[in-house]
C-alpha cells in the first residue's frame, strides 16, 4: 500500500503518520482518528483504495483497518487559515527581575514566565542607582516592532518598574527594559526570557519523514551522524495540547519520546512546540521543536526542521541539537530529505 491514495470521485487520502489518515476533496480537509472514526490507530503509514470505494489503512502499531464512510467527521477547515482570536487571556504573565543602574550601569534580570494566551501580559522588574537623589525614566522593548514607557515607583534610589502590552499574533517574542536617570546614563537589561503567545485555535502540525543529524548534533558524541526518523503531531483539544514526538538517531543509540506538551505555537509558515520526554525510555528531559512548512513559503520551497533536547536533572544540559550554539528562536535550516511537514490551518 501506498501513503496517498485516490478514490472514484478524485478524492485524496493522505497517511499522517501520528494524526490518523487525511482526506482533500480539494476544498476540505477532513481527519479520520481514532477520536472520530472507528479506525484502530492513529500511526496510519499506508492507505489503499478497494474495489467497493472500501479504504484500507495500514498502521505502525495496531495491523490494518478498513474505512467504510457510514459516519461524516467533523472537517477541519478549507485552505483559508482562520483569524487570530484577540481575546483578553485568563491569566497574565509577570516577571521579576533585578537591574542596577549607575552613571554607567550594567542591570541584570532574572525574569520567571508562564506563557500567556493571545492578549495582554504585564511586566515588572526592579532597579536601584547608588546616586539616591536621581530619577528615572524608562521604556518597554516588547519584541514585536513597538515599544512603551514604563510606570515607575521609586524612592531613595530603587525603584519598580511595569509596564502592559497586548499582542496580536501568536510568536515567541523577547523583551527588554532600559532605565534612563535624569543625567542621561542608561542601563539595559539583558532580554527577558522569551514570552510566549499562543492561540488554542491557531492550528496544528503533523510532520513524519527523516534527514541527516550534521557534526556536533549529539552533544555526547559530536563526530556521529547519520539518518534520523522522526514522526511529530501536536494539536489543541479541548482537553488541552496533545501529540506525540517521536525522534529515533540510530547511530547515537538516541530515541527521544515526548511525555507531555507546554505549548504550541503557529504562525504563517512556521511552528514551535515545547514539552518533555524521555531518552532511550528514562530520564527527564526538555525539548522544542521548530518546523517550517516549505509549501505555505512557496513553490519548491523545503520542509526544514529543529530540534533541541536538554538533560533537565543535568543542569539542562544540551543532548541534542541540530542548530547548536542557535538562539531558541532562530528559524530552522536542515531540510527534510524525505517525508514532509504539515501545517494545518
Known amino acids: 500500500m501506498a501513503p496517498i491514495g485516490i478514490d472514484?470521485?478524485?478524492i485524496?487520502?493522505?497517511a499522517t503518520v501520528g494524526g490518523g489518515?487525511?482526506?482533500?476533496?480539494?476544498?476540505?480537509?477532513?481527519?479520520?482518528?481514532?477520536?472520530?472514526?472507528?479506525?484502530a490507530s492513529d500511526a496510519v503509514v499506508s492507505i489503499a483504495v478497494g474495489n467497493n470505494e472500501d479504504k484500507w489503512f495500514g498502521t505502525y502499531d495496531a495491523g490494518i483497518s478498513v474505512l467504510r464512510e457510514c459516519a461524516s467527521p467533523t472537517p477541519i477547515g478549507t485552505n483559508t487559515p482562520s483569524h487570530i482570536s484577540t481575546a483578553t487571556p485568563t491569566h497574565t504573565a509577570t516577571y521579576a527581575a533585578t537591574a542596577s543602574v549607575t552613571d554607567t550601569p550594567t542591570p541584570t534580570s532574572t525574569p520567571t514566565n508562564a506563557p500567556p494566551v493571545v492578549g495582554t501580559i504585564t511586566a515588572t522588574a526592579r532597579f536601584t542607582d547608588v546616586n539616591v537623589s536621581d530619577a528615572h525614566t524608562s521604556v518597554w522593548t516588547w519584541g514585536d516592532v513597538s515599544n512603551s514607557a514604563g510606570l515607575i515607583s521609586e524612592a531613595a534610589g530603587s525603584g519598580t518598574v511595569t509596564g502592559t502590552h497586548v499582542y496580536t499574533t501568536p510568536g515567541i517574542y523577547t523583551i527588554q527594559l532600559t532605565v534612563t536617570d535624569n543625567h542621561g546614563a542608561s542601563g539595559t537589561a539583558p532580554p527577558f526570557m522569551y514570552v510566549v503567545v499562543y492561540d488554542p485555535a491557531g492550528g496544528f502540525v503533523t510532520v513524519s519523514g527523516r534527514f541527516t543529524s550534521p557534526p556536533g548534533a549529539y552533544r555526547p558524541n559530536q563526530t556521529v551522524t547519520g539518518r534520523v526518523n522522526l514522526g511529530f503531531v501536536a494539536k489543541y483539544r479541548q482537553n488541552g495540547l496533545e501529540g506525540d514526538t517521536q525522534f529515533n538517531f540510530s547511530a547515537a543509540n538516541f530515541t527521544f519520546d515526548s511525555v507531555q506538551y507546554q505549548w504550541l505555537v503557529v504562525s504563517g509558515a512556521r511552528a514551535q512546540f515545547k514539552g518533555t520526554g524521555t531518552?532511550?525510555?528514562?530520564g527527564n528531559y526538555g525539548f522544542i521543536v521548530t518546523l517550517i512548512d516549505g509549501d505555505l513559503v512557496g513553490p519548491h520551497e523545503p520542509d526544514r526542521f529543529r530540534i533541541k533536547v536538554w538533560d533537565q536533572s543535568n543542569g539542562n544540559a544540551v543532548v541534542y541539537d541540530n542548530q547548536y550554539g542557535e538562539p531558541d528562536a532562530a528559524d530552522p535550516v536542515t531540510a527534510l530529505e524525505q517525508g514532509s511537514i504539515n501545517i494545518h490551518r
Open 21 to 39: 489518515a487525511a482526506r482533500f476533496d480539494g476544498t476540505y480537509w477532513t481527519v479520520y482518528s481514532t477520536s472520530t472514526s472507528d479506525i
Open 279 to 282: 531518552v532511550n525510555g528514562t
Open 8 to 10: 472514484a470521485s478524485g
Open 12 to 14: 485524496k487520502w493522505f
